[in-house]
Nanobody
């Protein structure tokens, strides 16, 4: 069974920084993409950043404030967030497009989510 487990959310003041981490575990054969999405109350889940082999993608609202990194050997992905704004408040979900050992294709997997609150 494959699991994605996030850590690192919390409460931070505007202009502050947070680091989110996610570890994929279980019987994984290969990981194509790992990344982060977020969902604010009353809004749809949206992409924040993703990292595939040699390719990273950021949402426009990131504006250079966040940095995503992957450790392929450890099956982890981190999101370093700086200059946080109140509008960054949301539940952040780890995402993985991966193939389990018993699978025949890449499928999406999600973590349980971690709350990020930006408030003074």
């Amino acid at each position: 069974q494959v699991q994605l487990v996030e850590s690192g959310g919390g409460l931070v003041q505007p202009g502050g920084s947070l680091r989110l981490s996610c570890a994929a575990s279980g019987r994984i054969y290969n990981i194509h993409t790992m990344g982060w999405y977020r969902q604010a109350p009353g809004k749809q889940r949206e992409l924040v950043a993703t990292a595939a082999t040699g390719v990273t993608k950021y949402a426009d609202f990131v504006e250079g404030r966040f940095a995503i990194s992957r450790d392929n050997a450890k099956n982890t992905v981190t999101l370093q967030m700086h200059s946080l704004k109140p509008e960054d408040t949301a539940v952040y979900y780890c995402y993985g497009l991966l193939m389990p050992v018993t699978g025949l294709q890449f499928d999406p997997y999600w973590g349980q989510g971690t709350q990020v609150t930006v408030s003074s």
